[in-house]
C-alpha cells in the first residue's frame, strides 16, 4: 500500500504523524486553490461596484467646480471701456462688437472690422438720440407696425429683416416725420423699362399737364401708390421705389407739383407733390446733427 495515496486504507488513526501531515498539506493546498480562483471572480464585480460609487462623486465635483466658475464670472465685472456718454447711457467697445453682429445677422458674437467701427458708433450715438427723442415724445412702434414691414419686405424677395432692427427703423422713420420736412404724394411705376414704356411715360406725362392730376392721367395704365418722403439720406436708401437720390430731390418741388419722368434703371415713375409739411429742423441730419452737441460726450478720442 501506498501511504502516500489517500484514498489508502493505511491512512487512518494510526497512520504515521509525517503521512498525515503529508495528506493535511495537500488538502489545504486545495482548498486555498478553490479560494483563491472564487476571490479572482468577484474582482471585476467588486471594481464595477466601486465605479458606481466613485462615478456620481466625480461628477457632482465636476458640475461643483464648474458652478463655482460660473458663480465667479458673474460676481467679477467685466471691465469695459466706455467710449462716448450719451444722456445717462455709455456706449462701449463691446456695444460696438455685439451692434456689428446684430446688422450681419450673426449666430455667434463676431468682433467688428477696424475700418466699420467708427460708423457703427455713429449708428449706435443715432439709436440712443432718436431712443430719447421718442421716450420724451411718447412715440412707440407697434408689433403690427413691425410685423406688416416685415411681410412687405418678404413680398418683395427681400432677405429676411430682423424685428428688432425694424423696430429701430420705424421708430426713426416717425421721429423723422415729427422733426423734419415731409412730402405726401401720388405715384405712378413700372418695373418694365423700354422704348414702349418710356414712350407710355412721356404720354402720361403730357396728360398730367393737362388734367393737372397724375392719377387721372396715369388710369388705367399704371400702378399706382401713395407715397410718404422723409428728408433724410439714410431713411430715403431704404424707399422701396426710387434711389434715394430722386426721393431726396423730390424735395425741391413745390407743393401740387408733378415731378418729369425718373428713370432709375429698373424702373419708371411720376411723382406727384400732394402735401409738403416743413419740420422743426432742415432734415432729420440737422435734427441728429442737434441732438448730437446736447446729449453726446465724446469720453476716448478714437
Partial sequence: M???DPNSSFNGPLTPVQYRQNRNDSKEQETNTTTAGRS?????LVLGAIALLVLPITVWQINNQQDVRQR???QTPVQKTALVRVGEDFITDADIDLEYTKQQNATAYTTAPTALRDKILNDIIEKRLIAIEAE???VTVKSSEIDEKI???RNQSK???NEQLVSEMLLAEKIASLVAPVIKGNVVYTNIVNTQTESLFETIQSNVNIRNTLVQAATPYLRQNGIQLLNDKNIAERNTLMSSESSLKLFELDEGAISG??????????????????GEY?????????????????????
Avoid: W
Wanted: aromatic content about 6%; glycine content about 4%.
Fill in 40 to 44: 479572482t471572480r468577484y474582482i471585476p
Fill in 2 to 4: 501506498n501511504p502516500l
Fill in 159 to 161: 432677405a429676411p429683416l
Fill in 151 to 153: 411681410k412687405e419686405s
Fill in 72 to 74: 465667479a464670472s458673474e
Fill in 261 to 278: 419722368v425718373i428713370n432709375n434703371g429698373n424702373r419708371l415713375l411720376i411723382v406727384q407733390i400732394i402735401s409738403k409739411t416743413e
Fill in 136 to 138: 420724451k415724445r411718447g
Fill in 282 to 302: 432742415e432734415s432729420f441730419d440737422a435734427f441728429i446733427d442737434a441732438q448730437k452737441d446736447k446729449y453726446v460726450e465724446l469720453l476716448i478720442d478714437n
